[in-house]
C-alpha cells in the first residue's frame, strides 16, 4: 500500500474530519503553552521556580513550593500518555502526507524523543538535577516546532487538489 501522498486523495469528508481535528488539537496544545508561559516565564529559571519552588527568594512576587512527589508522578504520568496519544495520533496522519522518508521519519519520531525529555527532564530537575532545565527548555522548543511543523504540513496538504 503506497502511503506517501495519500492524504491529497481522500474523500472530502474524510479531510473534514482531520482539518477540524488538527485545528481543535492545536488550539489545545498552544492554551497548554500560554499555561506553560504563565507559570514558568518560559525560561530555564523559570521552570526550575515552578517545580523547585522559591521559598529562599524573599523579593520573589509570587510565593512558590516545591511539588511533592504525587503532583512530579501525576504530572509526569499525565503528560506522557497524553502527549504520546497526541504524538502517535499526529504521526499517523504525517504518514499519509507527500514527503520525503526522512522528514517524515524525523517529524513522526522526534515528538516522541522530546516527550522523555521534556517530561522525564522536569522530574530529574525535581529530584535535583538543575542541568536538566536547560534539556526541558530545549527539548520543548523543539516539540513545539516539530508539532507546528507537522500540522502545517498535514492542513496545507489536506486541502491540495487531487
Known sequence: MQLNGLIITLPKEIKLLIGAFIIVLSIGFYTGLLFVGETSSANPNGIEEQYLGNEDDEDATVMRFKKSPQEMLTLVHNHILSMSIIFFLVGLL???????????????????????????????????????????????????????????IILKQLFQKK
Open 94 to 152: 504525517v504518514s499519509i502526507t507527500k514527503l520525503s522518508k526522512k522528514l517524515k521519519t524525523f517529524l513522526i519520531v522526534e515528538p516522541f524523543v522530546s516527550v522523555i525529555l521534556t517530561f522525564g527532564g522536569l522530574y530529574l530537575l525535581w529530584t535535583g538535577m538543575l542541568w536538566m532545565k536547560y534539556i526541558v527548555m530545549f527539548s520543548g522548543i523543539l516539540m513545539t516546532l516539530t508539532f507546528t511543523v507537522s500540522t502545517i
